[in-house]
């Protein structure tokens, strides 16, 4: 029983799934599948890139220096004589790395947070007000001012954006556990003697989990961009790391006479970013009631 | 026998200052939600709550299952004390104690089926074998009106009067003494209507639980209830013997409520009494008898001496009223 | 000339479950200052035929797919939006069941009965503000002067409904289509409310087009009404013909599951209410037979096989059903328990 109330909307594959939704009604939803495909073309790329006609993103070569895109070097090379090819593919990995470990770590931490902020008074009144602070800073800048501290490495940027990331979705859990606490449906759980664990864990968390999934969606988005912004500034991932954000930093001196140096990385970056705002768009467009038509 | 006994319950919300009122240091205020009333349910018997919206009577029903803490008062259940009661050991009373809620929408899970809904009360008392739950909400379920193979499916796949039979299955799964009903038919269309009074009817006959009807439709109360308590602002103004209150009310504002009533029939006219204005304000309730800026025969006394719930002569059974000119 | 004339009106929308016919060919008239109650639960189509004459329908799912709405004898159905916007608030006036919903928040009640007043009369400011107040003292609305500066969240249901009214008022419209105006009222402010509609019918000779569910409303208010099922007109008469000596199973099941008032002064032990077995269908397509058969006690093949014509049963009292000369009898036994 406990297992598929916990499975999220999403995961039931069940014929009828809760709220009449089924896996195939999500997926069928045009913008979840364009996203969607395009995400998995992104994915299957980060994945897979060592077997995709790639070399070493690292490697220099004097023939490849600003080479203009051809059959032979297909998004040319760039002013060290790296392949732009490659590095935009391995980019990839950097840049949904970031994301999703944003995405996955500031969900639990927030999650949490808003969890007990919704139930236990002083959690709420201390904590929240922290959050307020927190979001009171704009998220670059608090990434900035860590990396500064910490030093550039991936995984300080993952832990810079998460800090950003996590107010919002500490008040996105709380507001919705503070209304779903006062619904008919969680009352009537306490009237029939639901002890507190199982009022959580049958009634609360599914029904958080929905606005959750579209949030996460949204900073999955937000993290790939504020990786590359943070690269472009010189404040992100170490320069010799193939990250999107580091190769327009690179090529932006030279836009002039080898724009494919930033072109290819950018367009990676839009794409993803698109690929998955458009989920998120479709996530929310089917699990927000508000948003279906009755 | 005495199943219920409330006495000088009392349910003050405290109102949020504004940040402006909170710097003058305007004095906190409450709204006087249910302001000291006093009743008793029998085993078995129905007792009808009613009164208009912000009467205080769902907050009454509310605090008998401890959804509101009580600010004052006491109820017991069987001799337990349900208001002082720790939450852990008020748990175990639950059982005893069941709550139907308004919306049949709202009040059901939409992610759990009614298997899993109306099988929360039983795993939460101990029926964790998977098998024997599922056996009971079937029988459950059928004693409602629905069919046992319909326990698999979702609430949205179900009508309103349909869902309103799953909440009432799940309140009957733990064998309850009492439940409080909470205007468990005024979201439902007319056909549909009749079709759960007439369950909850057969339910009582078959089952002998007492019902807490809260509601605002006079015809409907009157005809589930065996006794009716009228609410007025926070306090109860007449209570009696069914008969005895349609028969002949006492108070202004119960002779107001009956009159104002549309009937479907032609042939009675009956005269109105149309109270002026709106319901005071629960934050600061009138003065002596909380009716008496609407009631037609106020007199001084009334703004000076609140009347208390005393026995009126002449009347068939039981039958109370708080008005300094009731005889 | 009726002042309003509903003839074969066809709504659909298009809804998650697909097409769905909300109104099904629905014929009836107002006379002028009468008026007409149509009484039905929900989703029988009575709010969707005050929507369609007002052609407000939500755009895009819903729209008129048939038949004429004729108001003094001009086709509502084919006006364009600008010359409907003429009609509305000044021929024809509606009030909802939720007045907090249909006023808007941010302004106070004389910007906004003001506004309708402007709009359709043409008056310069001070002329707008004595109509405004004449408006509200209309409805009896108390300490009128004073409340007009203020804003709709600060005044009571029965209040907001009032205002309501006199915005609806304000340019003598010569039919009012109240939809549930009182349902979501305590009984004893449905009692003023439904008082001052009924003085100002008489008193302005308007007519009124009233939508309700209940019928007990339809007794104190109306002289005639239509009961509707599904989309279409089942019963037409004289409210106490109806109310009194129902001729269509459905008006039978429909009154005899409401408890009355005062039920517990007869003696005898208390009677179950009737039931009407089932729930409401969706009609997605014109009917062809009776929609009420699978729920009728009298149903027989004949009824869900061809559609009931609408047949005199009395002096202008119409029943649509097969069995009508049988509902008689049914109305007794039902009443005796029996059924």
Known sequence: MNATVASTTVASTTGSAPDGLSLRDVLRHPTIMIGGSIMLIMIAAALLAPWLGTVDPQSLSGARRLKPPSTDIWFGGDMVGRDVYSRTIYGARISLMVGLSVAAISITIGLTIGLLAGFVRWVDAIVMRVMDGLMAIPSILLAVALIALTGASVANVILAITLSEVPRVSRLVRSTVLSLKERPFVEAAIVVGTPFPALLWRHILPNTLAPLLVQGSYIFAAAVLTEAALSFIGAGTPPEVPSWGNMISDGRLVFQIAPHLVIFPGVALALTVLAVNMIGDGLRDVLDPNFRAR | MTLLQIQDLKKHFPVRRSAMEWLKRAPAQSVHAVDGISLDIAAGETLGLVGESGCGKSTVGRSIVRLEDATAGTINLNGAPITTLSRGAFRSLRKDVQFVFQDPFASLNPRMTVAQAVGEPLLNFGMTDPVERRARVAELIERVGLRPDQIDRFPHEFSGGQRQRIGIARALGLNPKLIVLDEPVSALDVSVQAQVINLLIRLQQEFGIAYLFIAHDLAVVEHISDRVAVMYLGKIVEIAEKRSLFARPRHPYTQALLSAVPVADTDVRRDKIILKGDLPSPINPPSGCRFRTRCPIVQSICAKEEPPLRPVSAAVGTHSTACHFAE | ?339
């Open chain 3, 1 to 339: 000339m009726a002042l309003l004339e509903i003839e074969t009106l066809s709504t659909a929308f298009t809804s998650r479950q697909g097409e769905v016919l909300a109104v099904d060919r629905l014929s009836l008239q107002v006379e002028r200052g009468e008026t007409l109650a149509i009484v039905g639960e929900s989703g029988c189509g009575k709010s969707v035929t005050a929507l369609s004459t007002m052609r407000l329908l939500p755009e895009p799912h819903g729209r008129i797919t048939g038949g004429h709405i004729r108001f003094e004898g001009r086709d509502l159905a084919g006006l364009s939006e600008a010359d409907m916007r003429k009609v509305r608030g000044r021929d024809i006036a509606m009030i909802f069941q939720e007045p907090m919903t249909s006023l808007n928040p941010a302004l106070t009640i004389q910007r906004q009965i003001g506004e309708t007043v402007r709009l359709h009369m043409k008056l310069n400011k001070s002329d707008v503000r004595a109509r405004s107040l004449e408006m509200l003292e209309l409805v009896q609305f108390p300490e009128a002067e004073r409340r007009l500066t203020q804003y709709p969240h600060e005044l009571s249901g029965g209040m907001r409904q009032r205002v309501m009214i006199a915005i609806a008022l304000a340019c003598d419209p010569k039919l009012l289509i109240a939809d549930e105006p009182t349902t979501a009222l305590d009984v004893t402010i449905q009692a003023q409310i439904l008082e001052i509609l009924r003085d100002l019918s008489a008193r302005l000779g308007m007519a009124t087009l009233l939508i309700t569910h209940d019928l007990g409303v339809v007794a104190e208010m109306a002289a005639r009404v239509v009961v509707m099922y599904a989309g279409r007109m089942v019963e037409q008469g004289a409210v106490a013909d109806v109310l009194r000596h129902p001729r269509h199973p459905y008006t039978v099941g429909l009154l005899a599951a409401v408890p009355k008032l005062g039920s517990s002064l007869n003696e005898g032990p208390r009677q179950s209410l009737a039931e009407i077995p089932g729930t409401v269908p969706l009609v997605r397509s014109a009917q062809t037979s009776c929609a009420f058969a699978p729920r009728c006690p009298l149903a027989v093949d004949q009824c869900r096989r061809e559609l009931p014509p609408a047949v005199e049963v009395g002096p202008s009292h119409v029943s649509a059903c097969w069995r009508t000369k049988d509902v008689p009898a049914m109305a007794a036994k039902l009443r005796e328990g029996a059924l």
